[in-house]
């Protein structure tokens, strides 16, 4: 597995990418992220230069951002998310959210960094009938990368939590042999449970998803705080054990009220799982590059198609 990697850290939120990359041997040199309580949890954990810590992705050209072998991008799942207004590539001004994605495309079609490893709902599988998901992989395609995608249960990875995600990696065709396919992490045991979670006997042994309110929910709403029976008392999840079940270490910094920190955790990604993931892809990095006579023989295959749409007007 490689070290001393260099990633970027798209719609970054609280930095559950980070936290897996930097274990593994990564060096953050962008990160972006719009969201200001975000921001403060992500700084405070991490301390990243300003100068590469940006506030809108939209705001920066592509070609600003520093060259990196791994993207890494928990793209907006609100406009894809089934609980959500079920609406997708069409959210609301000039498709601001579920558009971002292409924000993804031109970084990868401008800095054509090795590899990229994307997180979101399940639901982006199937939304709109497999219309949207169907254009999101074409246009990664059309940008010159072998992809794959998944959905991972995060409780496949010794995470007691029902936490479905879709993963989609892809590698750059003129860098990575697209001819040898890439294989997801297996499925690991699972020997954590709720009562390790709690420190205490719970009836329960894998806890609910954490996640943020739906259409007319709250944060107070019980559908995004579960009950569980621990030591024959009625309990709910709190700020100590949502960071433990998303995988953060129990110093992680929430210096924001205990209403937002729940909320940033369930839309984080799981970092136990990003883990798994990753280690697979950057394995699959250094095991499998397209080595420069092979890039010769393959040339007519792998000539480069047009940009996808223009990155700058």
């Not at 709403?221 to 008392?233: A, G, K, L």
């Not at 210096?255 to 394995?283: E, H, R, W, Y």
């Amino acid at each position: 597995m490689p070290t001393n990697f260099t990633f970027i850290d798209l719609f970054a939120g609280i930095g559950g990418f980070h936290v897996a990359l930097k274990a593994l041997g990564g060096t953050c040199v962008f990160a972006s992220e719009i969201d200001k309580h975000a921001r403060v949890t992500y700084q405070a954990n991490h301390g990243i230069d300003d100068a590469i810590f940006n506030d809108d992705i939209r705001a920066i050209s592509a070609y600003e951002i520093a060259d990196h072998d791994l993207l890494c991008a928990g793209f907006p799942c609100q406009p894809f998310s089934q609980a959500g207004k079920k609406k997708g590539f069409k959210d609301g001004d000039k498709s601001e959210r579920g558009n971002l994605f292409f924000n993804i495309v031109e970084v990868l079609e401008s800095k054509r960094p090795k590899a990229f490893i994307l997180e979101n709902v399940r639901h982006l599988v199937n939304h709109d009938e497999g219309r949207t998901f169907t254009t999101i992989l074409e246009y990664l395609d059309k940008a010159e990368y072998e992809v794959h995608y998944k959905v991972i249960k995060a409780s496949d990875f010794n995470v007691p939590q029902h936490r479905a995600r879709v993963f989609i990696v892809g590698f750059d065709r003129h860098q990575i042999n697209p001819r040898i396919p890439f294989m997801f992490p297996r499925p690991i045991p699972l020997t954590k449970t709720m009562s390790d979670i709690f420190h205490a006997p719970c009836e329960k042994k894998i806890g609910f998803t954490l996640r943020v309110g739906g259409k007319g929910s709250t944060i107070d709403d019980r559908r995004n705080w579960e009950f569980y029976r621990v030591s024959n008392e009625v309990r709910r999840i709190g700020l100590k054990e949502a960071t433990e079940m998303m995988g953060y270490a129990p110093n992680y910094q929430f210096p924001v009220s205990k209403t937002q920190a729940m909320k940033q955790l369930g839309n984080s990604v799981c970092v136990d799982v990003v883990t798994a993931v990753a280690q697979q892809v950057l394995a699959h990095i250094q095991q499998h590059p397209l080595e420069n006579d092979m890039i010769t023989r393959n040339k007519g295959e792998l000539k480069a198609r047009p940009m996808t749409k223009p990155i700058f007007t």
